[in-house]
Protein backbone atom coordinates (compact mmCIF):
# COMPACT_ATOMS: atom_id res chain seq x y z
CA UNK A 1 0.00 0.00 0.00
CA UNK A 2 1.57 3.44 -0.65
CA UNK A 3 -0.10 6.92 -0.04
CA UNK A 4 -1.87 8.54 -2.40
CA UNK A 5 -1.88 12.15 -3.47
CA UNK A 6 -6.06 14.50 -3.91
CA UNK A 7 -5.59 17.20 -6.32
CA UNK A 8 -8.13 19.94 -7.08
CA UNK A 9 -8.85 22.84 -9.17
CA UNK A 10 -11.21 25.12 -9.92
CA UNK A 11 -12.87 25.77 -13.48
CA UNK A 12 -14.43 28.66 -14.47
CA UNK A 13 -17.56 29.55 -16.33
CA UNK A 14 -19.43 26.01 -15.24
CA UNK A 15 -20.73 24.05 -12.76
CA UNK A 16 -20.54 20.47 -11.25
CA UNK A 17 -17.73 18.43 -10.94
CA UNK A 18 -15.66 15.85 -12.05
CA UNK A 19 -13.86 12.80 -10.53
CA UNK A 20 -10.23 11.40 -12.58
CA UNK A 21 -8.00 9.08 -11.55
CA UNK A 22 -9.23 5.92 -12.35
CA UNK A 23 -11.62 5.81 -8.95
CA UNK A 24 -14.21 3.02 -8.11
CA UNK A 25 -17.80 3.59 -7.41
CA UNK A 26 -16.92 3.43 -3.51
CA UNK A 27 -14.30 6.26 -3.72
CA UNK A 28 -16.36 8.11 -5.90
CA UNK A 29 -19.27 8.27 -3.72
CA UNK A 30 -16.76 9.56 -1.19
CA UNK A 31 -15.47 12.56 -3.64
CA UNK A 32 -19.53 12.73 -3.64
CA UNK A 33 -19.77 13.13 -0.40
CA UNK A 34 -17.05 15.51 0.41
CA UNK A 35 -18.18 17.68 -2.30
CA UNK A 36 -21.45 17.95 -0.23
CA UNK A 37 -20.47 18.66 2.80
CA UNK A 38 -18.12 21.57 2.25
CA UNK A 39 -21.27 22.77 0.05
CA UNK A 40 -23.82 23.23 2.60
CA UNK A 41 -21.33 23.96 5.39
CA UNK A 42 -19.66 26.79 3.03
CA UNK A 43 -20.37 29.64 5.11
CA UNK A 44 -19.58 28.16 8.58
CA UNK A 45 -16.12 27.16 6.58
CA UNK A 46 -15.38 30.96 5.54
CA UNK A 47 -16.28 29.47 2.02
CA UNK A 48 -17.93 32.09 -0.71
CA UNK A 49 -20.87 30.18 -1.78
CA UNK A 50 -20.65 32.37 -4.84
CA UNK A 51 -17.85 29.69 -5.68
CA UNK A 52 -19.87 27.26 -6.27
CA UNK A 53 -22.15 28.83 -8.62
CA UNK A 54 -19.12 30.43 -10.60
CA UNK A 55 -16.96 27.52 -10.80
CA UNK A 56 -16.90 23.69 -11.81
CA UNK A 57 -14.47 21.88 -9.50
CA UNK A 58 -11.92 19.33 -11.14
CA UNK A 59 -10.69 16.76 -8.01
CA UNK A 60 -8.27 14.22 -9.46
CA UNK A 61 -6.32 11.49 -7.90
CA UNK A 62 -2.81 10.74 -10.08
CA UNK A 63 -1.22 7.21 -10.55
CA UNK A 64 -4.84 6.53 -12.65
CA UNK A 65 -2.70 3.31 -13.61
CA UNK A 66 -3.71 2.47 -10.59
CA UNK A 67 -7.50 1.02 -9.70
CA UNK A 68 -8.48 3.18 -6.35
CA UNK A 69 -11.51 2.77 -4.69
CA UNK A 70 -12.81 2.25 -0.70
CA UNK A 71 -14.54 4.74 1.62
CA UNK A 72 -10.93 5.96 2.74
CA UNK A 73 -10.45 8.96 1.30
CA UNK A 74 -13.38 11.01 2.34
CA UNK A 75 -11.79 13.25 4.71
CA UNK A 76 -8.76 13.64 2.42
CA UNK A 77 -10.95 14.75 -0.55
CA UNK A 78 -13.28 17.21 1.70
CA UNK A 79 -9.81 18.41 3.21
CA UNK A 80 -8.25 19.15 -0.29
CA UNK A 81 -11.71 20.75 -1.52
CA UNK A 82 -11.70 23.53 1.65
CA UNK A 83 -7.97 23.71 0.81
CA UNK A 84 -9.48 24.29 -2.59
CA UNK A 85 -12.18 27.02 -1.93
CA UNK A 86 -10.43 28.87 1.16
CA UNK A 87 -7.38 29.49 -0.81
CA UNK A 88 -5.68 28.03 2.03
CA UNK A 89 -2.73 25.57 1.16
CA UNK A 90 -2.83 21.73 3.85
CA UNK A 91 -0.56 20.83 5.30
CA UNK A 92 2.29 18.42 3.26
CA UNK A 93 3.21 16.69 6.37
CA UNK A 94 0.33 15.27 7.28
CA UNK A 95 -1.70 12.30 6.03
CA UNK A 96 -5.35 11.60 6.85
CA UNK A 97 -7.74 8.75 6.49
CA UNK A 98 -11.78 8.27 7.16
CA UNK A 99 -14.78 7.76 5.87
CA UNK A 100 -16.92 11.38 5.46
CA UNK A 101 -20.98 11.30 6.26
CA UNK A 102 -23.02 13.93 4.66
CA UNK A 103 -23.70 15.48 8.24
CA UNK A 104 -19.37 15.58 8.48
CA UNK A 105 -19.07 12.64 10.78
CA UNK A 106 -15.46 11.06 10.39
CA UNK A 107 -16.29 7.19 10.33
CA UNK A 108 -13.51 4.43 11.06
CA UNK A 109 -11.73 2.70 8.12
CA UNK A 110 -9.70 -0.57 7.50
CA UNK A 111 -6.04 -1.26 7.20
CA UNK A 112 -4.77 1.16 9.71
CA UNK A 113 -1.62 -0.03 10.01
CA UNK A 114 -0.68 -0.34 6.12
CA UNK A 115 -1.12 3.79 5.39
CA UNK A 116 0.38 4.42 8.79
CA UNK A 117 3.40 2.36 7.45
CA UNK A 118 2.90 4.03 4.03
CA UNK A 119 2.98 7.63 5.64
CA UNK A 120 5.64 6.32 7.50
CA UNK A 121 8.34 6.08 4.64
CA UNK A 122 7.38 9.31 3.32
CA UNK A 123 8.19 12.56 4.81
CA UNK A 124 5.01 12.45 6.63
CA UNK A 125 5.06 13.65 10.58
CA UNK A 126 1.50 13.77 11.28
CA UNK A 127 -1.73 10.81 10.81
CA UNK A 128 -5.36 11.84 11.23
CA UNK A 129 -7.37 9.34 12.19
CA UNK A 130 -11.08 8.41 12.82
CA UNK A 131 -11.20 8.50 16.55
CA UNK A 132 -12.58 5.49 16.35
CA UNK A 133 -9.34 3.68 14.89
CA UNK A 134 -7.28 4.61 18.11
CA UNK A 135 -7.64 0.92 18.96
CA UNK A 136 -5.76 -0.28 15.93
CA UNK A 137 -2.68 1.50 16.99
CA UNK A 138 -1.82 -1.32 19.07
CA UNK A 139 -0.53 -2.54 15.09
CA UNK A 140 2.33 -0.02 14.90
CA UNK A 141 5.56 -1.02 15.80
CA UNK A 142 7.03 1.32 18.67
CA UNK A 143 9.35 2.95 16.35
CA UNK A 144 7.06 4.27 14.14
CA UNK A 145 4.95 5.16 16.85
CA UNK A 146 7.20 7.54 18.53
CA UNK A 147 8.24 9.54 14.97
CA UNK A 148 4.48 9.83 14.44
CA UNK A 149 2.16 12.41 15.92
CA UNK A 150 -1.32 10.82 15.60
CA UNK A 151 -4.77 12.97 15.86
CA UNK A 152 -7.64 11.30 16.26
CA UNK A 153 -11.06 13.08 14.66
CA UNK A 154 -14.83 12.25 15.10
CA UNK A 155 -15.69 15.06 12.77
CA UNK A 156 -14.49 16.78 9.40
CA UNK A 157 -13.82 20.14 11.18
CA UNK A 158 -11.50 17.97 13.63
CA UNK A 159 -9.28 17.19 10.50
CA UNK A 160 -9.47 20.83 8.44
CA UNK A 161 -8.61 22.55 12.07
CA UNK A 162 -5.18 20.16 11.72
CA UNK A 163 -4.72 19.71 7.96
CA UNK A 164 -5.72 23.34 7.18
CA UNK A 165 -3.37 26.54 9.08
CA UNK A 166 -5.37 29.23 9.77
Keep these: ?????IEATLLPGSRGS???GQLGDVMRESGKAAQGYIWSHAEALGIDPDLFRR???????????TPKDGPSAG????????SLYSK??????????GQITLTGLVLPVGG?????????RSPIQRVILPKENEKDLREIPDTVSKETQFIFAER????LKV???G
Design 55 to 65: HSVHVHVPAGA
Design 156 to 159: IEDV
Design 18 to 20: TLT
Design 75 to 82: VTMATALA
Design 88 to 97: SSARANTAMT
Design 112 to 120: IKEKVLAAH
Design 1 to 5: MCSIL
Design 163 to 165: AIP
